[in-house]
């Protein structure tokens, strides 16, 4: 992979705060007018100074390096996440933090999947974007990306203050793995429901240090490269066919499915329908319990619905997203032969992505 990587020193002192690197993928963030005939085209970072003079009066030095093509993030694979991840590990030793630049659409998906990726991780890694481009008059890249990376660089007694995976978005830093895109008309397009956020930005940046995960520079990065791409997301619906839900539990290779299910876990009781869980179950496709609803977590057992896939094995996924799920059921089916143990680690919080 090639990138294009661009240094910009904006302090004047020689005593920089942080040194961050930012990693610009692509996204609405970085667009701007063509004046030739009017469309959104990428911007180009060397110009960055002249598009956000402001950035100059930060206390940081940056480098930024730019995808060799830059993407909507529609167009994200797990291969991009993998393209990131390694870029965060090669450079970990040499940069105090990380700034990662996104499309706003598959935001959350990579922000789980870093998390999931970089095995303790002791340092900021921040992704940002924008709902309307740079080069817009009420653009609201200036605020997320400036602030993203006062947050990356912000220090306690020489600690990281958010060492972890987050996404900040206006004004709000969310847990990577606990945010959603909830909004693509307003400006607030993510949100967690189900944990607090970690930070909030008014004319102070109010750390919500409980919430923050632990600094813990002993421990040694580990990078997950890897990602298994047979799996599936089946959400249910009044009156899904069996047509449906075999089409999709008997897909060639298939090894992992996230249930979106109702409310607190809970599936339709037919026989058919609980046949082709079982059926699946016993091929050893892993089966994870995530509901639609944004706000709650899955009650095994609660309901006599939810009962039945107890026993079949399908594993709760608690409070988790859909974003963190589907990430996460594909780097353990990577990572882990043995679905018993793709079971025992997709039931537990590896890094807070459910309580
Ligand atoms: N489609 C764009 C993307 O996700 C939207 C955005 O950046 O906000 O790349």
Redesign the pocket.
Known sequence: MTYQTVKIKTSSSPQTAASILVIYT????GMVYDPKDGHLVSFDFEHILERMPEINRLDFELTVVTFHEL????DMKPANWTSIARLIYQNYPHYDSFVIIH?????AYTASALSFMLENLSKPVILT???LPIGAARTDARENLITALEIASAKLYGEPRVPEVCLYFNSYLLRGNRAKKIESAHFN?FHSENYPVLAHAGIRIDYQTPFIRDYQPERTLLLHPDFDENVAILTLFPGISPRLVESVLRTENLRGVVLETFGSGNTPTAPWFLNCLREAADRNVVLFNVSQCTGGRVMPGRYQSSRFLQEIGVISGSDITTEAAITKLMHLLAKENNPESVRWNLGRSICGEMS
């Open positions: 692509g996204g609405t963030l993407i909507d993030s529609s499309g706003t659409d598959t935001m974007g924008a709902q397009a």
